[in-house]
């Protein structure tokens, strides 16, 4: 069974850090890797898809890692801006399936 | 192009009140699927359902759940004789097929409060 989990679960930081959100999960046999963002009240926005053959995947100020061997993604967003603050979410996917991790709520202080 | 629509955005029952959840999928799309939110956790598979078949339920409890994906209309969720601890936010995502790296599009969830 997939277990996926996301370290911390908050972050506040001032506007223009840089931020690092970490995910990891338990099975390596994964299709692929996606990070999400999610607005309150609102669904779930797609950001990144790493295929499992890849490394990494970039998007503006978003670029997300993908480790497979040791279990690990990694999202970078560079130069916080108020506009990030958010729920994250990892998840790993296998087949149509998708095992999300409980998320990190970022909160980017003007 | 409309995304993946739910309604209601919320939903009050009293324990043993039946609650139905709509899910319209994107215009292209015929794989649903349904994904429940509980409080500090993160999203859980619940049902996987083409267009009249259900294709992988094993998320899905076993008693008072049930889903549906008919060939007009949209998906629904329903869920009997619902319970305090039903509540939650219910996710419906669609993708256009089913392959190794097919995005799903999610939509805006729905609210379920059990008093």
């Known amino acids: 069974k997939q277990e996926v989990t996301q370290i911390p679960a908050a972050l506040s930081v001032p506007e223009g850090e840089n931020l690092v959100l970490n995910c990891s999960f338990t099975?390596?046999?994964?299709?692929?890797l996606q990070w999400f963002r999610q607005d309150p009240g609102k669904g779930l926005t797609s950001l990144l898809l790493?295929?499992?053959?890849?490394r990494e995947q970039t998007s503006g100020r978003l670029n997300a890692s993908l480790d497979k061997s040791s279990g690990r993604s990694t999202l970078y967003i560079a130069a916080s801006q108020p506009g990030d603050s958010a729920t994250y979410l990892c998840a790993a996917g296998f087949d149509y399936k998708l095992s999300f991790g409980a998320g990190t709520t970022v909160t980017v202080r003007a | 192009n409309a995304g993946v629509m739910q309604n209601p955005r919320h939903l009050v029952r009293r324990r043993g009140q039946e609650a139905r959840l709509r899910c319209s999928p994107m215009k292209g799309h015929s794989h649903v699927y349904w994904y429940r939110q509980l409080p500090e956790e993160g999203l859980k598979f619940m049902v996987y359902?083409?267009?009249?078949?259900?294709?992988?339920e094993s998320g899905m409890p076993k008693e008072r759940f049930s889903a549906e994906f008919p060939k007009e209309g949209p998906s629904i969720l329903r869920i009997q004789q619902v319970v305090r601890g039903d509540s939650a936010a219910y996710f419906c995502?669609?993708?256009?097929?089913?392959?190794?790296?097919?995005?799903?599009?999610f939509g805006s969830g729905t609210q379920l409060s059990v008093l």
């Open positions: 359902l083409q267009k009249e078949n259900i294709i992988d």
């Open positions: 790493i295929q499992s053959s890849q």
């Open positions: 099975d390596s046999a994964i299709y692929n």
């Open positions: 995502a669609s993708s256009r097929d089913r392959g190794r790296d097919e995005k799903l599009f």
